[in-house]
C-alpha cells in the first residue's frame, strides 16, 4: 500500500519546520541614560522595537515555545499514523480485498483530518504573533508620543518609509531604552486583546 504519511509529513511538519528555532533569552536590562535629539520629525526603526526591546523578546520567545510545541506534536503524530499504517500493511494479506480497502481510506481520511488539524494550529500560532505584534505597537505609541514632545516634533515616521532625512533625528535607541522602562517584558502592558489610548498627535502604527 502506498504511504499516506508524506502528505502529513510534507504538510504541518515540514511547514513549520522553516519556523527559526532559536528562541532569544530576555535578560533584564538597565536602560542606558540617553538623549532625545531635538528635531522636528522623528524616525523609529519598527523591527529593531519588536527584536531589541524587552516587550518584543518575550512576545517572539512565546512565539518559538508554541512553534516548538506544535513541531514535537506533529512528530508523535507522525510516528503513531506510521505505526498505524504498518499494521494496516501487515494485515492487507489476511484480510478480505473489500474491508482492507474499507480501512485503507479510514485511514486516509484521518491522516487528512490529521493534517488539517495541524495545518490549523500553525496557522493559529502566526496570527497570534500577528497580534501580540500589533499589541506591542499600541502599547508603545504613548512612550513614542511622549519621545516625541521631548523632542519638540511633530511626527515620527518608521525608518523604512523613509527614503531620505537628515541625520540626527533617528531615535530608535532612545524609544528602545523608554519602552523597557516603561512597559518591561510587557507583563504590565495592555492585556490580550485590549488597547491603551493613544495620544492625539501621533499616529498610529500600521500593521
Known amino acids: 500500500m502506498p504511504s499516506r504519511m508524506d502528505r502529513l509529513a510534507r ?28 528635531a522636528p520629525v522623528l524616525m523609529v526603526d519598527r523591527n529593531r522595537l519588536l527584536t531589541e526591546t524587552l516587550f518584543g523578546k518575550a512576545l517572539e520567545a512565546r512565539f518559538q515555545a508554541d512553534s516548538q510545541a506544535l513541531i514535537a506534536e506533529n512528530l508523535r503524530l507522525e510516528q503513531a499514523l506510521e505505526a498505524e499504517e504498518r499494521d494496516l500493511t501487515d494485515r492487507r494479506a489476511t484480510l478480505p480485498p473489500e474491508e482492507f480497502q474499507t ?50 516634533a511633530v511626527a515620527v515616521f ?31 502592558a495592555v492585556p490580550d486583546g485590549g488597547a491603551e489610548p493613544a495620544p492625539e498627535s501621533p499616529a498610529e502604527p500600521s500593521p
Do not use: N, Y
Request: hydrophobic fraction near 50%.
Open 11 to 38: 504538510g504541518a511538519v515540514l511547514a513549520l519546520a522553516a519556523l527559526p528555532v532559536a528562541a532569544p533569552q530576555v535578560v533584564a536590562q538597565e536602560a542606558p541614560a540617553l538623549e532625545v535629539p531635538q
Open 158 to 188: 518608521d525608518k523604512e518609509l523613509v527614503i531620505l532625512s537628515l541625520r540626527g533625528v533617528d531615535i530608535t535607541d532612545e524609544a528602545i531604552a523608554r519602552i523597557d522602562e516603561v512597559l518591561g517584558d510587557g507583563s504590565r
Open 103 to 152: 480501512l485503507a481510506a479510514a485511514f486516509d481520511a484521518k491522516t487528512e483530518d490529521i493534517r488539517a488539524a495541524q495545518d490549523a494550529k500553525s496557522r493559529a500560532i502566526t496570527a497570534k504573533r500577528d497580534e501580540d505584534r500589533q499589541r506591542f505597537l499600541q502599547a508603545a505609541v504613548p512612550v513614542l508620543g511622549e519621545l516625541m514632545r521631548e523632542a519638540g
